[in-house]
């Protein structure tokens, strides 16, 4: 444990405290035990003082009666078209719904609606009850200010159902304002949802006539445009596509009967090209087929003319007419021949005539039907916005015929349970404000303590002296009242014995001779032990067979008389101001066998005669006839007196009263003495009470004991 500069260095023993003591912390809960201990009188008058007041108040308070009327809201789909785009679907959840109920319960206008159904204005029972004489220039207003400070709404759990709660002096007014609250938030409700289907035919109807004129906007459009760029569809197209549009105008139509001509017209003139190229003679297909029966017949005659020019001869006269035959059929054959080439030739002029006219027309059509296809693009856009108006205009006339039967006629709110009069007073409630009372109470004690625990920078614990202060702390001493000191200090068993016996031990250990011989016991203000710490320590010491005297310093306000029969006259002043002979001012402390000398006169500059050399000096001349030299010091912080003894002297046990003063002044005090050349050995924490008995300290000291006092059982022993 290190100490500040200039503050001396504890006897090793005390240098370190043990880890595992300082790990056993007071706990918080028994700290806070122990300041509800300490404070139990403060507590206890706050309490009651609390309960009369409650009592008081609560007997005072005018009866009041509480009716309640509940109802059942159920949650019901309140969409008007389902349309996209007609409106904006509000899909709300139901908290958020039924959050919205209540506050409609609450609201302003249905309290209104309550004060004029009801006609409170001129109402005598409700006037009396709530004593009000004069409703002034705007009586609903106030009137409403009345109800909704007496209507509670209040949901029944997670339920559908809803409780209206109305409070007043009058039990029966109270059922009648309940029910009244009731009945009209349900017609309201009721009309709210019948103004809204009207609301909603008139928006339809003024939706549906927007949509027609739309609807025949864009037929004209399309007509228009159409018959300006010659767009005459046979068949609407399926998907609305412009390659459909385009294929199924007339143009389309057209180009696809000529393209099936133009390819039948090619293929007749390539085959009555390839009937001429085919061979030298073109011959029609009927043609042919009417000249081979012809050539058959030559053939069959060519041969038979054959086998009988074999046998018979040319000039037979069989061969000659079957020549006549043959050459008759040649020039038939040759007729049909010229005749049938004539007509190939004929009909291929024809094709290719054919063929290049549809050809050019195809063309003609093919440039035209690309316009259109261009064209299509725009047709088609106006062809969608006609059919969506259409589907539009459709779809609205069917819900405007549907929604004068939706909704009307029925109500999502009903009544479930009338209010009925109620039999008892609900206001005051005794045991609640009572318990409110005992709450407010213990706060306000509570609030009290916790303050004062937090401006109070007394000591508590004498453990924080070294950590703190930066001083050992040699002892604890109880408190004790003044009728039982010299019983405690006689007796050995005694806390308070104990208690200064420990401090004489711990200063043995201060130096390798003991207890220091020269030691002077000081304190930061008045009152707080030091001239009882003096007495008791120069008892013990002379108990030990030393030769002790103790010198009272305190010239100005001696303490030591509470503690012993000492004589006033010469003292510690008059050696001071020049008197030699110090050995007749010694007295006998009684009723302690040690001696003393007394503080003398008040002088007017005691800090001037401590200031010289003098006081040293009868020091030393003290130190050879006595062991120990205690000093009764005055206290540091105002006086300039207890720097100076400090200075002469071998060191100070500084003597701090526990639960008073501050902290920053026994700082400062201790200061003032290391500035002015003392040496500090320690502390003595004195006056422990049982506000210290959470730390440690004061358990058993004084609790209703009497110092000096045995009980039954220790005077037997």
């Not at 709530?130 to 106030?142: A, T, W």
């Not at 018979?312 to 007729?335: F, H, M, N, S, W």
């Not at 004589?567 to 008197?579: A, D, Q, T, V």
Request: a negative charge; hydrophobic letters at 40%.
């Amino acid at each position: 444990m290190s100490s500040p500069a200039g503050r001396p260095e504890f006897a090793e023993y005390y240098d370190e405290e043990p880890s595992s003591l300082r790990d056993f912390a007071v706990p918080a809960a028994e700290r806070i035990w122990q300041v509800v201990k300490n404070n139990k009188l403060l507590i206890a008058g706050f309490i009651a003082a609390a309960l009369i007041i409650g009592l008081v108040a609560t007997l005072l308070i005018t009866p009041k009666y509480q009716a309640s009327a509940r109802i059942e809201i159920s949650r019901v789909e309140t969409n008007v078209t389902a349309v996209e785009g007609v409106e904006t679907q509000d899909q709300v959840l139901d908290a958020q719904y039924y959050e919205t109920q209540y506050e409609l319960l609450r609201a302003r206008s249905l309290a209104e609606q309550v004060v004029r159904e009801g006609n409170l204005a001129t109402d005598e029972q409700f006037l009396k009850a709530f004593e009000v004489e004069n409703l002034g220039d705007n009586p609903e207003k106030r009137l409403v200010g009345i109800l909704l400070s007496n209507v509670s709404i209040a949901p029944v759990g997670t339920s559908n159902l809803v409780d209206i709660r109305f409070t007043s002096p009058d039990p029966g007014l109270s059922a009648r304002i309940a029910n009244l609250w009731a009945q009209e938030y349900i017609a309201s409700n009721l009309a709210r949802r019948f103004g809204a289907t009207t609301e909603a035919r008139q928006f339809l109807e003024g939706r549906l006539e927007q949509l027609r004129e739309r609807l025949e906007e864009a037929e004209r459009e399309l007509i228009t445009y159409a018959a300006e760029r010659n767009l005459f569809t046979v068949d609407a197209p399926a998907e609305g596509d412009s390659d459909d549009t385009a294929a199924q105008t007339l143009v389309a139509s057209d180009l696809q009967t000529l393209n099936s001509a133009l390819a039948q017209a090619t293929t007749e003139r390539i085959a009555a090209q390839a009937a001429i190229n085919g061979s030298g003679t073109a011959l029609a297909p009927e043609d042919a087929a009417a000249i081979q029966p012809l050539r058959q017949r030559r053939a069959e005659l060519a041969a038979e003319r054959a086998q009988l020019r074999a046998t018979a001869g040319e000039q037979y006269p069989t061969v000659r007419a079957l020549t006549d035959q043959i050459d008759q059929l040649d020039q038939e054959i040759a007729k049909a021949e010229a005749r049938s080439g004539g007509a190939v030739r004929a009909r291929y002029r024809q094709a290719l005539e054919t063929e290049q006219r549809l050809r050019e027309r195809v063309n003609e059509l093919q440039t035209e039907f690309v316009g259109q296809r261009r064209d299509s693009v725009q047709y088609n856009i106006l062809q969608r916005e006609v059919d969506t108006n259409r589907s539009l205009y459709n779809a609205l006339l069917q819900r405007y015929r549907e929604i004068g039967v939706a909704g009307v006629g029925e109500n999502n709110i009903a009544l479930v349970d009338a209010a009925e009069i109620p039999s008892v007073p609900t206001e005051p409630n005794l045991p609640r404000n009572l318990l409110l009372s005992l709450l407010l109470g213990a706060a306000a004690a509570g609030g009290i303590i916790l303050l004062r625990e937090k401006l109070d920078q007394s000591l508590r614990d004498p453990a924080e002296v070294p950590d703190v202060l930066g001083i050992p702390l040699l002892g604890s001493i109880p408190r004790v009242t003044d009728e039982s000191v010299d019983e405690a200090l006689n007796s050995k068993h005694s806390e308070l014995y104990e208690a200064y016996f420990n401090l004489f031990t711990n200063l043995g250990f201060l130096s390798e001779s003991g207890v220091p011989k020269y030691l002077m016991l000081g304190s930061t203000r008045p009152a707080e032990g030091k001239s009882l710490s003096s007495v008791a320590l120069a008892d013990i010491l002379s108990d030990r067979g030393k030769r002790v005297l103790l010198l009272d310093a305190d010239m100005r306000h001696s303490g030591l008389s509470k503690y012993l029969e000492v004589s006033g006259g010469k003292g510690l002043s008059n050696i001071l101001r020049g008197e030699e002979q110090w050995q007749p001012m010694v007295q006998t402390g009684a009723p302690y066998a040690f001696q003393v000398i007394s503080s003398g006169r008040q002088p007017p500059n005691a800090a001037e005669l401590l200031a010289g050399d003098r006081f040293a000096q009868f020091l030393q001349s003290l130190g050879e006839q006595y062991d120990h030299i205690i000093v009764d010091a005055p206290p540091v912080l105002g006086l300039a007196d207890a720097p100076l003894i400090a200075s002469a002297v071998d060191g100070v046990v500084m003597v701090i009263e526990a639960n008073k003063g501050k902290m920053r002044m026994i700082a400062q005090s201790l200061d003032r003495l290391e500035r002015g050349g003392g040496k500090v050995f320690g502390a003595v924490v004195t006056k422990l009470d049982q506000r210290n008995q959470s730390y440690g300290y004061g358990y058993g000291y004084g609790y209703g004991y009497s110092y000096g006092e045995k009980s039954a059982n220790e005077s037997a022993a």
